[in-house]
């Protein structure tokens, strides 16, 4: 791990970019080895759903078990999309020519061919997937390596003290446009009000493999110690300022915020391509203050705990309806002048964009290995 203090690493007006002899970050690939969350997992349902990442197709739906499955959103006929098909009884029929394939991919059915005489070619590639806290998650990389690595944990989504908000973020921009959005905690004059804390001082940056950690001072305008607390979500007039610790990290691909011990937040994401990003925030509200709340019973929690789902969803909304725009401002600002380097006075973001090069080089590196092993 290595560590820069409050005074080092900040970049001097003029001084060039970090970037000499390695990948532009504003061009880096994802490293596919990882999981990525398409959907929600309550919008998984029987009926197949198309996602993309890094401009891969992929189909997701329940099998006749519930347990969600991925495909290829591709028909190996004519490339149609699967997803415009239909689930059945044991895998999914192409809309087009009617091929059907197992959940597994195997194709069954062609019309007009003996089943025996089917080609290898005909099988739809499978992509793992797995559902977890709340989300389906897909990982397009080498599926030897998707056992090594684990989706996101978010272990607040099953704990009965933790109140969940989800919005999903659309972004026409690069994804390390996104992260930098949110691991730069000094653009809250953005958010004005509607954002309930603000950072007063970076206090530590720190480094590991696959992991940027920022340490900010900060202050909370809202605590949660009545139940009736989480209305200062939505309602800005009802906070207060209370110090508080800040701490963001991006942990490649994903990204988590912890305000205190009130407010976790956390960015899942899904980069569809080079200037397409979907990202959903999650955020949850502790609810561990609260005694008489945590002694009731657990059907009682169980249903606070699902009325109260999505309490700061607006919240949610109105930020990533600030932060939007800008993003997409600095992509189409790179994009008219890649040349011109912007001036970005944050440590931490140099660090964000050592990492995306990081995992870009050792996709590439995967990738060539693979090939290589392939020959
Ligand atoms: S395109 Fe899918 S069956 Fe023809
Ligand atoms: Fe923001």
Redesign the pocket.
Known sequence: MTRDDANEGVARPGARPDIEGREPVREASINHDHWYAVARADEVRREPLGAVIWDRPVCVFRDADGAVRALEDR??????R?SL?RVTGDGIE??????RFTNDGRCLH?AGLDPARIPEAAHAKVLPVREQDGFVWVFPGRRESAETVRPMPMPEWDDLDFIASVAPMSCEAHFSFVIENLMDMYHDRLHQRHQPWSADALLEVTRDEGRVEARYSATAYYRIDRIWSALQLALPALRRPHPASLVVSYEYPHWKARLGDDFTLYGVFCPAGPRRTRVHLVQFTSLHRLDSFRKAPVSVRRAVKRCLRNIARGLLKRLISQDVPMVEEEQRAYDAAPERRPLELNRTLHAVQRLVRNEARRAANGAARASQQGR
């Open positions: 028909c190996p006929h004519r490339l149609v699967l098909g192409c809309r087009y020519h009617g091929w062609v």
